[in-house]
């Protein structure tokens, strides 16, 4: 040994040759402290090994330690802290379900950096109750669960990871393979990871049903996900070899996702932040839907995302979708070719959340099922052959939600309300509509809207035709498109209509001799009209 220098193994009598018990001789200079170095070499480890506080222990590049028990973990750190673990590779050679490989309890500044850890029995690396601990630039294959399994933690780091094929151990598959997954956290920030072809989901912010009932309470509080790329998670036992997938990449779950067709009261996800990840699938589902991103919880903002389906198949990939989403922005995302953009569960619904500022390519938009969700500013361009897809609906007897400032392209209807009360529409644009009647927006059996300011494009004879079945609604002084006035037969259910001294029906049939379009001069259902701008012979 040299005064001074770090700790080496084989001074303790380690071999590194792959077939001598090295567990003695490296628990023997972890129990020294300090620096400990693990040189190049293959290192059999058939026990647990503890480090102790105020330790740094550095595997040199080329070194391997392998462990085959499953029984135990092969570093357990219990109630320490300032524990350093980098570099170099661990290999479990076992079977199939067991502990995981590294398993921090109760301690605080536990760094795990630059470790490849392969063929974990559970997880590759778990934390329980731990603060101020950081994973990165860890590589974590092949786990028969979890990449990193995190419980009840504070303010951890996870960041600049390759969480990869977990779920796929060489002893057995399993469909829980997940790339991140955390449970009653708190000011936790995942970041810079790249989370690719996890058997189950890539990254899970969790909370169940109970957890609400403990006391403290369970909640997940204040984390951060960023930057971080999500690609082909969820995908089959099979799916690297057959090209099938099936799952979710980004899954934010609330215990009040259990509270079916209702509103939640009280929640497990609070304050999540999520922005500036990428987010997609390359390989396409044997049958159904793959769902890129899901939230649940309160004031989740999901802002800034990327999410692309790159697997040639519109119909395999969805977009993002909310499970009682509450008090929650989704905003300035962008979302490529998908089947369903952003849509609302209708059994655990969504509320006072707002959906803003994003461009989204899409066959739909989606269901917005809850009260008082506010699409603003976005920008919807239809893709794929569907020849009546709409853009988005809201039914089921929801209220209050609100459609404004929107651009709709492509689709064969923009807007379709039935069974809803009290939806604001206003200032919204539709391009290139394909339905036969260019409804630009559809009611059926709904009451009490207020319609202005919108801009429907007005490519056939009657834009209006059939629009309204039904209920009492509110157009606001504004300028509209058909070939006749209400009263003419041009807005079918036009006297289901408030009309406003003031608003215009522009003629889309003109004449030589005729006139540019009718004015409302007698308030009314449909009030009084008269025409106006005529048009020389």
């Known amino acids: 040994m040299i005064l001074g220098a770090p700790a080496n193994v084989l001074d303790y009598g380690a071999k590194g040759d792959g077939v001598t018990d090295d567990t003695a001789a490296i628990q023997e200079a972890l ?11 293959t290192y059999l480890v058939t026990s647990t090994l503890t480090p102790i506080t105020d330790s740094n222990i550095k595997l040199s590049s080329e070194a391997t330690i392998t462990y085959a028990f499953t029984t135990s973990s092969l570093f357990l750190i219990v109630s320490k802290t300032l524990i350093t673990i980098r570099g170099g590779s661990i290999v479990s050679t076992g079977n199939v379900v067991g502990s995981s490989t590294i398993d921090i309890q ?17 997880s590759s690396v778990k934390l329980t ?17 979890y990449g990193i399994s995190e419980k009840d933690g504070t303010a951890n780091l996870f960041d ?3 969480l990869y094929r977990n779920g796929f151990h060489s002893g057995g598959t399993s469909s829980y393979g997940r790339g991140i997954t955390m449970w009653g956290c708190t000011r936790d920030i995942v970041s810079n990871n790249n989370v690719k072809n996890n058997s189950e989901y890539g990254i899970r912010l969790y909370s169940e049903a109970g957890d609400l009932s403990l006391s403290p ?26 090209g099938t997938s099936n799952g979710i990449n980004l899954y934010v779950y609330d215990s009040a996702m259990t509270t079916a067709s209702n509103y939640a009261t009280e929640h497990g996800n609070q304050d999540t932040v999520i922005t500036g990840n990428t987010i997609s699938n390359i390989n396409a ?31 395999a990939v969805n ?21 369903e953009g952003i849509g609302a569960s209708s059994t655990v619904k969504s509320q006072n959340t707002v959906v803003s500022d994003n461009n989204v390519s899409c066959a739909t938009v989606g269901n917005a099922y809850g009260k008082k969700i506010r699409y603003l500013n976005n920008s919807f361009l239809h893709v794929g052959v569907g020849t009546a897809d709409i853009g988005i609906k809201i039914i089921g007897g929801e209220v209050d939600n609100e459609i404004t400032g929107n651009l709709f392209d492509g689709f064969y209807r923009a807007i379709y309300l039935s069974t809803v009360t009290s939806v604001i529409i206003k200032r919204n644009t539709t391009l290139n509509s394909t339905d036969s009647g260019l409804y630009g927006l559809y009611v059926v059996t709904a009451d009490g809207h207020y319609i ?8 056939y004879p009657s834009i209006w035709a059939t629009m309204f079945t039904s209920g009492s609604h509110t157009f606001n002084r504004k300028s509209w498109y058909s070939n006749a006035n209400p009263t003419g037969g041009g807005i079918s259910g036009g006297s289901l209509v408030l009309w406003r001294v003031g608003d215009k029906v522009f003629n889309t049939a003109p004449v030589a001799g005729g006139t540019m379009g009718w004015v409302c001069t007698t308030a009314g259902t449909p009030g009084t009209w008269k025409t106006f701008g005529a048009i020389s012979a």
């Open 285 to 315: 589902p044997a049958a159904g839907s793959d769902l890129l991103a899901s939230i649940s919880g309160e004031r989740v903002a999901f802002t800034g995302n990327t999410l692309i389906n790159r697997t040639g198949n519109l119909t």
């Open 217 to 242: 309470k369970r909640i997940n509080t204040a984390n951060v996900i960023t930057n971080n790329v999500i690609e082909n998670n969820g995908v089959t036992l099979n799916a690297l070899t057959s």
């Open 129 to 145: 109750i731990c603060t101020s601990c950081v994973v990165s630039g860890c590589f974590l294959t092949e786990s028969y669960h």
């Open 31 to 41: 129990a020294a402290g300090g620096d400990i170095f693990i040189p190049g070499g």
């Open 106 to 122: 109760n301690s605080s500044h536990i760094k795990i950096k630059g470790i490849r850890v392969t063929n974990s029995p559970s």
């Open 452 to 459: 202005t300011d919108n801009v429907f494009d007005s490519a």
């Open 319 to 339: 977009g993002l979708y909310m499970y009682a989403a509450d008090n929650c922005v989704i905003s300035a995302n962008i979302l490529k070719d998908i089947n």
């Open 160 to 162: 600049g990871n390759t």
